[in-house]
Every structure is written in C-alpha cells, then in structure tokens.
T-cell receptor, first 117, second 113 residues
Framework: KAGVTQTPRYLIKTRGQQVTLSCSPI?????VSWYQQTPGQGLQFLFE???????NKGNFPGRFSGRQFSNSRSEMNVSTLELGDSALYLC????????????????FGEGSRLTVL | GDSVTQMEGPVTLSEEAFLTINCTYT??????LFWYVQYPGEGLQLLLK?????DKGSNKGFEATYRKETTSFHLEKGSVQVSDSAVYFC????????????FGQGTRLTINP
C-alpha cells in the first residue's frame, strides 16, 4: 500500500513568487491535513480538508491556501513568498476527519522543503 | 487552548542506556496522545499512541503511559540503539473538533555507539 506522496520534495523560490505543493494521500483516505515545520516554531497546523471541503484552518495569513480534489489529492499554495515561509511542509492523510478508529492517527508524507531566497 | 510541553533537547546517550523523554499536556477533557518520530530527511511516523487514561502504548521497545492525574505521557525505552537517533514529538488530539494534532517542540535524540 503506497504511502502519502508529496511533490516536489525540494524547491527554491525567491521572495514575491508563489508556490504550489501537491499531496497524494493513501488510497482510500479522504482527509488531508497540512503542517508547516520550522526550527523556530516547530510543527504548526495549516489546514485540513475532507471531501473537498476545508474543515479547519490554522493561524496563518491568507497567503496560505489549499484545496482538495474529488480524488482526495490536495494542493496548497503560498502566494507572495516571504523569507519566513522557508520550511518543511508536511502533508498527512487519514481515513476520516476523526482519524483511524477515532484515535486521530495521521499518516505523514516525507514533506516538501521550501527555501525562499 | 491545547498545548504540549516536551523536555528540551538535545539528548545524547550511549548505546544501551535508559531513555526518558518527558511530555506533559494541557487540554480540555481527555485527548488522545501520541509519540511521533522523525528520522533524518523523512516525514513523521507514528511510534505509539494511547487513547484513554492508564493506557500504555508500546512499539519497538518504546513505551508511554497515559497519566491523567499528572497530565503526562513520558516516553521510555530500556536500552537504546544507535538507530533510535531521531527527533521525537509528543502530540495530542482533542476528542472534540476536527483532525488536528497539537505537537510539542520535539526532542532531538542522539545515541553514540
């Protein structure tokens, strides 16, 4: 069973540009969540999608957006990039919004490492 | 709001030493608790979990017990190996609300041979 796949794995952008990251969840999983990981702030929740609907959003500016397609694949977009957006962006999937057997288990991808110059 | 506090790292131990990484939490009600591990260059992997008070999660020689009275979920292993070198994250998920994990800051563990 294939795991969560994120593309691209690494990318470099300059300030002011925009970026789109992609996430393919485990087959059958309908919930996709995104997290930002930085050395200073640790792991922070960005947003969660289930059945193409955003269910929750973290405390990030409107430059951060996402969407989910009918096949459960998800994309997140960051516009007008800033230096502080440099981070590892992690995608996680689960069967339902409540997670596996209501335990909240998430399955993470390897992440997309974004560097903003 | 919900929060998780982990012991600060980095932690460096010799092979076969005993490991404890402390984790305490603040949350409404009785959340589910997790330990995730991140190996270099990889994403997070679930190490173990506990969903109710006094539950003990265990995996790969690691254990953690859900202690409601002390709001803690400390990670332990009796004899660490070099391959255990990684960053360990304690996390909680509230029983209310949507699919969102609240993570601690992470503890970097290095095991020397």
């Amino acid at each position: 069973k294939a795991g969560v796949t994120q593309t691209p794995r690494y990318l470099i952008k300059t300030r002011g540009q925009q970026v789109t990251l992609s996430c393919s969840p485990i087959s059958g999983h309908r919930s996709v969540s995104w997290y930002q990981q930085t050395p200073g702030q640790g792991l922070q929740f960005l947003f969660e999608y289930f059945s193409e609907t955003q269910r929750n959003k973290g405390n990030f500016p409107g430059r951060f957006s996402g969407r989910q397609f009918s096949n459960s694949r998800s994309e997140m977009n960051v516009s007008t990039l800033e230096l502080g957006d440099s981070a590892l962006y992690l995608c996680a999937s689960s069967l339902t919004p409540s997670g596996a057997v209501n335990t909240g288990e998430l399955f993470f991808g390897e992440g997309s490492r974004l560097t903003v110059l | 709001g919900d929060s998780v506090t982990q012991m600060e790292g980095p932690v460096t131990l010799s092979e076969e030493a005993f490991l404890t990484i402390n984790c305490t939490y603040t949350a409404t009600g009785y959340p589910s608790l997790f330990w995730y591990v991140q190996y270099p260059g990889e994403g997070l992997q679930l190490l173990l979990k506990a969903t109710k008070a006094d539950d003990k999660g265990s995996n790969k020689g690691f254990e953690a017990t859900y202690r409601k009275e002390t709001t803690s979920f400390h990670l332990e292993k009796g004899s660490v190996q070099v391959s255990d070198s990684a960053v360990y994250f304690c996390a909680l998920k509230s029983i209310q609300g949507a699919q969102k994990l609240v993570f601690g800051q992470g503890t970097r563990l290095t095991i020397n041979p």
